[in-house]
């Protein structure tokens, strides 16, 4: 059988059961999947499918989506996109509004640089400055208007 192009996904797979101290049987076991369907994953000879790739790195307590990379299924990228949406989403100190604000945020940001993905929510919320993430703020009433940025010391 000749090996598949697979981005090294099968040596570093080897690397981290390694890491993890695993045998091959042990990880297989704990993966859900046959001990010689994993051997040949390893040796390059199969490309898992995104589930088994989800099972093996759950039990190896890593990235399935850096498993995703090495195996040609996601663009990197995208792995950076959804891994730092992940974070957002999953930081529990956070309300669900300010996830979202934050969300758009950073989307105004990667627009603005040329990588535009996908929109995050479908209203815009505001800052607390009364202002739509990405734009500027209205000056405070009463102020002089000048903004802190204007000041230039002397």
Known sequence: MASLNVGNLGEYLREQRRGARLSLRQLAEAAGVSNPYLSQIERGL???SAEVLQQVAKALRISAETLYVR????DERE???LETRAVLLGDPSLTEQQKQVLLQIYESFRKENGTDGPPVA???????????PGSEPEPERGGTGEDERDRRPD
């Open 46 to 48: 199969r490309k898992p």
């Open 71 to 74: 195996a040609g299924i996601l």
């Open 79 to 81: 792995r950076s996109e």
């Open 122 to 132: 479908s209203a815009a919320p505001t800052t607390a400055g009364g202002a739509t």
